[in-house]
């Protein structure tokens, strides 16, 4: 049987745990704003620069489509990107990652699989399943800014040009909206964009040369699309997490509500007990009296 004392004590557990939950859900209200302005304006120039990049495969002479990060090549070595985050609360948003990169590799040999984790539950899992990470990143999305990615982007192409990879995919939430984040598996080396199906003959004047444009353009198009890729999965760990931390406070004060009635109960209880035990005094009172 439940002591006015013990609820009491639950309620005020259950107000001081509703009080964390309804902070951590404004912080990552603030944080998803923060981040969906950021992705949300970068992706129609991450849009327009794989626009460029098609028009420019398309056109470009023959003796350039056997640039290193634009040419096709016999695959020996998978890489796989993995962005999960560093800290739970966020739902099933690690889940439905680990669960995508399970239907991705299901079938595929191990040894030719080379991991690049972003956040502990990546590297746990990974880990846990002696799989060969190449690199591991912890606490890497704490910092979205373009000069972190264009740490990572380095670190990828490196390895990429070096025949580490052969090729190289990125599993990860792309951020549609603060109600709408999907799973996303891309193939981002070596740069072919989806679209391209045929050469056009046409005649482009590059100006001062076609090399001195090339690379940096792919440079920094693989390292806006990193960017971008950074930009979303944090917004969308924050999305996941503001509507667990939203679902966990509604629970919270639903049993909340229904602690202050058991609450108001009891004490009615007590306080009916207390009366007729006076009333009960009152009336041995007067018999004794008489």
């Known amino acids: 049987m439940p002591t006015l004392q013990g ?9 001081n745990i509703s009080h964390i939950i309804h902070s951590m859900e404004t912080l990552s209200m603030v944080k998803i704003r923060a981040l969906q302005d950021k992705s949300l304006r970068l992706k129609p120039y991450t849009e327009e620069l794989n626009n460029i990049l ?30 999960t985050s560093d800290l739970g609360f966020c739902g099933s948003y690690n889940l439905q990652i680990i669960e995508s990169l399970k239907k991705f590799i299901e079938g595929k040999r191990a040894q030719n ?25 912890i606490k890497f999305l704490e910092d979205t800014s373009f000069s972190q990615a264009k740490i990572l982007s380095k670190d990828l192409l490196d390895d ?26 891309k193939k981002i080396l070596p740069m072919i964009p989806v679209e391209v199906k ?31 890729i950074m930009l979303d999965s944090a917004a969308s760990e924050q999305a996941f997490r503001r509507f667990a931390m939203k679902r ?7 049993l ?5 009635f058991q609450l108001n109960q009891l004490r009615q209880t007590q306080i009916t007990k207390e009366l007729l035990d006076i009333t009960s005094s009152i009336e041995a009172m007067k018999e004794e009296v008489k």
């Open 113 to 137: 699989l080379v991991f690049y984790s972003i956040g502990f539950y990546a590297q746990r899992y990974l880990s846990s399943n002696n799989f060969n990470i190449r690199k591991k990143y």
């Open 256 to 260: 909340h509500s229904k602690l202050i």
């Open 198 to 228: 045929e050469r056009k003959e046409e005649y482009f004047l590059f100006l001062p040369s076609l090399s001195s444009i090339l690379d940096p353009l792919l440079m920094d198009i693989f390292e806006t699309q990193i960017h971008q």
């Open 54 to 83: 098609m028009e420019l495969i398309t056109r470009l002479p023959n003796e350039y489509l056997n640039h290193p990060l634009i040419r096709e090549r016999s695959v020996y070595k998978t890489g796989i990107l993995v962005f």
């Open 7 to 15: 609820l009491r004590r639950k309620v005020k557990t259950i107000q």
């Open 248 to 254: 966990a406070y509604d629970n919270a004060q639903k």
């Open 160 to 185: 990429f040009l070096n025949y580490v990879i052969d090729e190289l995919y990125v599993i990860y939430f792309e951020f549609i909206n603060i109600v709408k984040q999907e799973v996303r598996i």
